[in-house]
Each structure stands twice: as structure tokens, then as C-alpha cells.
């Protein structure tokens, strides 16, 4: 089936792509609508871009919250503030977009499409120059979900429109119901985190079965993990405080929230240097179930783990949302090192990201 020219074909009015430059050239107060973790992201888009917020509201502020230095405002304090305003949502529920809207004080209501800043959008000439590969990625999926999935997921980058996806969200990220965990499995973790996917590992396996290998560049989400494990008393776990890549290296790397990642530019004092190593040398190739989510270094990290693909064939959950090339590349690499492989697609988050590639 060609997605693609159905996908161009549904592409009628696309989100301003000048979004940011609108907001920052108006002249009227910006006020963020959300004070959660979705607005932190969105606030160091807007910094990054020289634009200032002027106040922040949520619908049910609690008494003395605050917000980045600021109180979080009521709407209706807000509207006896500033004669006229833009809200810029910074929050998940796009549903309540309309909700202020018929307010006089209210000029624009917007919403940041990539609040991420991962360039989500996907444009004419990709779609175009990666036809026959995208195409060809929907065709070899396994099932009807995958394929329903990836495809309402292409629509939305190319029209930035998230309600296409809202119905393909499922749960269980990185452990499906369309494959199951052996009693000895060998899970290598790639962006352990905070240790989140661990303890869903130990919940899916009744226990911490097997061997968990956590790799985590991170120094304070590594010490995070080494929490759970001494509380938790887990013993066949080994904390590998490094990044996974193609080689043996050190980078500069800046942690930042859950999107920690490699500053390729700048090694100064002030940030942590990290050493790097192969998958195939932190499981001596014997993993039987590699997840990687390491911020758009997914590419670098599988060519790390070649010799343990080619050898075990492993399960596989990656990331590939964080770069517009991964949805063609990693597939590929993948069916080079294993043309066997069967592939499915799952959404995890209503938002874009934790679009996960799984290799059975």
C-alpha cells in the first residue's frame, strides 16, 4: 500500500511552521497554560528562541504553586491582569484547547506542536525522497496494529497534528503482549533512566529473572537505579555507567531531564564526560532482549551491538522518534544484520515520542 501518497494527499492545512516566530514577534504577554513536567519542556523551547512568558495559569492552581520562579494564576486572575493575551498550551489535553477561547482577553489560543524540540515535523521533500523505504517499512509490519499505527503516526508528523494517533496508544512500553519473556532472559537496558523499565521488567517476569544489564550514562539517574536495587535487594543486575555507541570513546554529555544526551560541540568544566562502549562488549554477546531509548543515538548503538544481533538474534525494542532518518535507517540496518526478523510498531505516549520499533 502506498501510505505516502495517501499521507500528502490528507495534508490540507498543516500547523503554522512559523509558529515560534509569531509568538515571539507579537506584542501582546504570552501565558503558558500548564505547569507540569510538558510545560518545563516547552519552556526551555521558548527560552532557546528568546521568548519570554509572561505568567503561567493551570485551571486548578494550588495555593502558593509556583512555577519556574512564578505563580501559577488562575485564569480568571489572569484576565483581570492583562487586557489582552496568548495562551500557549503547555499541557497534554489538547481537548481543552477550546475552552477559554470565546474570551475577550484571549487574542490566540496555540499549540506547540513539537514540544519535544526533536523536529518532529515531517515535510514534502522526505516524504517524497523516503517513499519507497516508508512504504515498503508499513508493508513488511506483522500485524494490522503496527500498520494502522504507522500510519496515522507518518499523517501526524506531516500534518503536526497528534489527534491522528490518540486511538493507536497502547500500554506495556518495550514489553508488547505479542511476544513473551523467557525465564532466563538477558535484557540489556539501553537509557535505563531512573530505573523505570526495570521495575517494569521485574513486574512483567514476577521477579527479577535472568540478568539485567542497566546502562546509564547519567551519574544521578545511576545512583537512582542503585536505590532500587539495594532496596529491592536484587542481585543478577549489573549498573554499567556508560553510553552505548559504535566504538570505545568519551563525549561531553549534559543531563537535562529525561533528555539527557551528548553535546558533540563543547567539552568544558562544567560538563560531565562520559565513556562509551559496545553492547557487544558490556554482554559479551549474549543478550536475548536489547531496549534502547539513548536520544537519537539508537543508529550508533545497534552497529555497537552487530556481533550479539548476528549471533543471538535478541528481541529488540528502539526508539526511532527521535530523528526523522531513524524511521529509515534502523529498519534497514536491522534487515541487514538479520533479514529473518519480523517487525511491528507500537505508540506509547499521546504526544509523539516513545514510538518504538519491535524485532522478534
Known amino acids: 500500500m502506498n501510505i505516502i501518497n495517501k499521507v500528502l494527499n490528507e495534508i490540507k492545512s498543516p500547523s503554522d511552521p512559523d509558529l515560534l516566530k509569531k509568538i515571539k514577534d507579537s506584542q501582546l504577554p504570552l501565558v503558558l497554560w500548564g505547569a507540569s513536567k510538558m510545560a518545563k519542556f516547552i519552556s526551555r523551547i521558548l527560552y532557546k528562541n528568546g521568548i519570554s512568558v509572561s505568567a503561567i495559569f493551570t485551571d486548578y492552581p ?26 500557549l498550551v503547555a499541557h497534554g489535553e489538547f481537548g481543552l484547547v477550546e475552552k477559554y477561547r470565546n474570551f475577550n482577553q484571549v487574542e490566540n489560543i496555540f499549540t506547540l506542536f ?27 509490519f ?5 500498520k494502522d499505527s504507522f500510519d496515522n503516526y507518518i499523517t501526524s508528523r506531516a500534518t503536526n497534528n497528534w489527534d491522528y494517533i490518540r486511538s493507536f496508544v497502547r500500554p506495556c512500553q518495550y514489553f508488547p503482549d505479542f511476544f513473551e519473556l523467557e525465564d532466563d532472559e538477558i535484557f540489556v537496558d539501553c537509557g535505563a533512566f531512573t530505573g523505570d523499565t526495570l521495575l517494569d521488567f ?15 550514562p547519567s551519574p544521578t539517574n545511576a545512583n537512582n537505579i542503585k536505590t532500587i536495587v539495594e532496596t529491592k535487594k536484587i542481585s543478577n543486575i549489573r549498573i554499567v555507567q556508560k553510553a552505548v555507541w559504535n566504538s570505545i570513546e568519551k563525549f561531553s554529555f549534559e543531563e537535562d531531564m529525561d533528555s539527557s544526551h551528548f553535546n558533540f560541540n563543547k567539552i568544558s568544566d562544567n560538563n560531565i564526560i562520559v565513556c562509551t562502549d559496545l553492547i557487544d562488549n558490556i554482554c ?13 543515538s539508537e543508529l550508533m548503538a ?13 528481541k529488540l525494542a528502539i526508539s526511532i522518534y527521535h530523528k526523522s532518518d531513524d524511521l529509515i535507517t534502523i529498519p534497514k540496518y536491522l534487515k541487514e544484520l538479520h533479514p529473518d526478523y519480523k517487525f511491528y510498531f507500537r505508540l506509547h505516549n499521546k504526544l509523539g515520542s516513545d514510538a518504538i520499533l519491535y524485532a522478534i
Open 202 to 216: 521485574i513486574n512483567q517476569t514476577k521477579g527479577c529473572h535472568g540478568f539485567y544489564y542497566a546502562v546509564e
Open 142 to 146: 506483522s500485524d494490522k496494529l503496527s
Open 62 to 87: 494550588e495555593s502558593n504553586e509556583t512555577f519556574n520562579g512564578m505563580i501559577v494564576s488562575s485564569f480568571y486572575e489572569l484576565s483581570d491582569k492583562f487586557i489582552k493575551f496568548n495562551i
Open 284 to 296: 559479551s554477546s549474549q543478550a536475548t532482549f536489547i531496549k534502547m531509548d539513548v536520544e537519537g
Open 114 to 140: 513539537d514540544w519535544h524540540d526533536l523536529g518532529f515535523s515531517l515535510d514534502d521533500k522526505f516524504l517524497n525522497e523516503n517513499s519507497f523505504d516508508l512504504n515498503n517499512l508499513y508493508d513488511n
Open 302 to 314: 545497534l552497529k555497537g551491538a552487530a556481533k550479539t544481533i548476528q549471533l543471538n538474534k535478541p
